[in-house]
């Protein structure tokens, strides 16, 4: 009996080691040194197919996605389908940031990384963390996300800059992106990622301006921050609400 004991005690013991190293969780942050931007897709037929958000609040969401590549200064890589037909161009306001930037127009390609300029490109920029969003979710984006994985890149799918036709797709295609280890991560995320430290550049100098233009909730607190501290007055009744 006090055999079993020992041997029951040692089994528990190797049980729970095996469990404490395999639930071990490494963070990966985004590394603005090893990182690149692509933009797939945004092209101004595909915009209508984008039917799981506002298209006022989804174009922004396009526009701002294009953007993180001049803030960070990060590598950008631009890609079309079928661009002469029905799908038609990339927004002017994206082709105006990156006018020296690889622009590379598939003619068949679904899957982007089927392209052979379009895989040059990427390893071109040699970087391992790529971020990433296209219209829509569900194709240009899932596929060649999980293409990127399976070449053993680290992949962020930034949620609110790619659209597809409805949010059950948007939810389906999500999940079997980050089922595949793709991070779906939002806007915000992405920026504060890549930034890290208000103190660094860029930093607070140069990012409140761009929230301000890109993430305009958080620009309207440092709106009302500085109004308050330029001309603002304390006001009957608000006296303690600080303590």
């Given at each position: 009996?006090?055999?079993?004991?020992?041997?029951?005690?040692?089994?528990?013991?190797?049980?729970?080691?095996?469990?404490?190293?395999?639930?071990?969780?490494?963070?990966?942050?985004?590394?603005?040194?090893?990182?690149?931007?692509?933009?797939?897709?945004?092209?101004?037929?595909?915009?209508?197919?984008?039917?799981?958000?506002?298209?006022?609040?989804?174009?922004?969401?396009?526009?701002?996605?294009?953007?993180?590549?001049?803030?960070?200064?990060?590598?950008?890589?631009?890609?079309?389908?079928?661009?002469?037909?029905?799908?038609g161009p990339l927004p002017k306001e994206i082709?105006?940031?990156?006018?020296?930037?690889?622009?590379?127009?598939?003619?068949?390609?679904?899957?982007?990384?089927?392209?052979?300029?379009?895989?040059?490109?990427?390893?071109?920029?040699?970087?391992?963390?790529?971020?990433?969003?296209?219209?829509?979710?569900?194709?240009?984006?899932?596929?060649?996300?999980?293409?990127?994985?399976?070449?053993?890149?680290?992949?962020?799918?930034?949620?609110?800059?790619s659209g597809t036709t409805s949010d059950l797709?948007?939810?389906?295609?999500?999940?079997?992106?980050?089922?595949?280890?793709?991070?779906?991560?939002?806007?915000?995320?992405?920026?504060?990622?890549?930034?890290?430290?208000?103190?660094?550049?860029?930093?607070?100098?140069?990012?409140?301006?761009?929230?301000?233009?890109?993430?305009?909730?958080?620009?309207?607190?440092?709106?009302?921050?500085?109004?308050?501290?330029?001309?603002?007055?304390?006001?009957?009744?608000?006296?303690?609400?600080?303590?």
């Amino acid at each position: 009996m006090k055999l079993l004991c020992i041997l029951a005690g040692v089994a528990a013991a190797v049980a729970t080691q095996g469990v404490s190293t395999t639930n071990k969780f490494q963070f990966e942050r985004l590394d603005r040194n090893n990182s690149m931007l692509l933009v797939v897709d945004h092209q101004v037929g595909l915009f209508n197919l984008a039917r799981d958000f506002d298209p006022t609040l989804y174009r922004e969401q396009l526009i701002a996605h294009a953007a993180l590549g001049k803030v960070f200064d990060i590598p950008v890589v631009l890609t079309t389908s079928a661009q002469t037909g029905p799908n038609g161009p990339l927004p002017k306001e994206i082709l105006e940031m990156y006018p020296s930037a690889p622009l590379i127009q598939r003619q068949g390609e679904v899957n982007a990384w089927d392209n052979e300029d379009f895989r040059k490109a990427i390893k071109a920029a040699n970087k391992s963390q790529i971020i990433m969003a296209g219209i829509t979710t569900d194709v240009c984006t899932t596929f060649l996300a999980l293409s990127l994985r399976q070449e053993g890149y680290s992949v962020w799918a930034n949620a609110e800059a790619s659209g597809t036709t409805s949010d059950l797709v948007r939810e389906i295609s999500n999940d079997r992106m980050a089922n595949a280890g793709v991070n779906i991560v939002s806007l915000f995320s992405i920026a504060c990622d890549l930034m890290r430290d208000w103190r660094n550049t860029p930093g607070a100098k140069e990012m409140i301006p761009w929230l301000d233009r890109y993430f305009p909730v958080w620009g309207y607190v440092a709106r009302g921050h500085i109004a308050a501290v330029q001309n603002g007055s304390v006001v009957p009744g608000e006296q303690g609400l600080l303590g």
